[in-house]
């Protein structure tokens, strides 16, 4: 007589999953709209049960946004040290890729960003606004490379308005494929940065 063995599947990260329901919910009502109970709810336990995670919706949603900052500036800064002239154009084009996935994958964390950084605690607030500095300067480092004659502040300029281009996701995305959009958003990225390329 054999036995079938039964092969657990593992439970997916809680954490994670309360930190993607917390920033859909925050992004459909804003962070003051939402409670622990509804939280709790899309995740199916009770509120109080969020509390063996998390202190409070305070500090899910610090984490939510410390954790994106961190992940994209780790990214930035991987792809940045690679760069030179021979690589450079490479390293746009990953750094283009990386953030495009990002924008489409997670456009609730970018409406929740944008609407709701205020409501996190001022040292917590300036890390989150560190983390993206820093992410910029990594985009300055590979465009310097592919602009030598082009000035850092023009660069770092630049580099904020392609972020505007490619965070318009929770507004611009929707009626075409995620395949058609990142090859879209990739496009006038590139079209949107080759007037570096002209000496004022």
């Excluded at 075409?176 to 000496?199: F, N």
């Amino acid at each position: 007589m054999t036995t079938e063995r039964t092969v657990k599947t593992p439970t997916r990260n809680r954490r994670a999953e309360i930190l993607e329901a917390a920033a859909g919910l925050f992004a459909a009502r804003g962070f003051h709209g939402v409670s622990i109970e509804d939280i709790g709810a899309a995740v199916g336990v009770s509120g109080p049960a969020l509390y063996r995670h998390f202190s409070g919706k305070e500090a899910l949603l610090t984490e939510m946004l410390l954790d994106i900052s961190e992940r994209l500036r780790e990214q930035g800064a991987r792809l940045a040290t690679t760069a030179d002239p021979d690589t450079a154009d490479a390293a746009l084009d990953a750094l283009l890729s990386g953030h495009i996935e990002f924008a489409l994958t997670h456009p609730a964390l970018i409406r929740v960003h944008e609407r709701e950084l205020d409501n996190v605690p001022e040292q917590a607030r300036r890390a989150v606004r560190r983390l993206q500095r820093l992410y910029v300067e990594e985009w300055v480092t590979v465009l310097s490379e592919l602009h030598p004659a082009c000035p850092p502040a023009r660069l770092r300029a630049a580099t904020h308005a392609v972020f505007g281009l490619l965070n318009s996701t929770p507004r611009s995305a929707g009626e075409l494929t995620p395949e058609a959009m990142a090859d879209l958003l990739r496009a006038m990225a590139r079209a949107a940065l080759s007037p570096l390329g002209v000496i004022l």
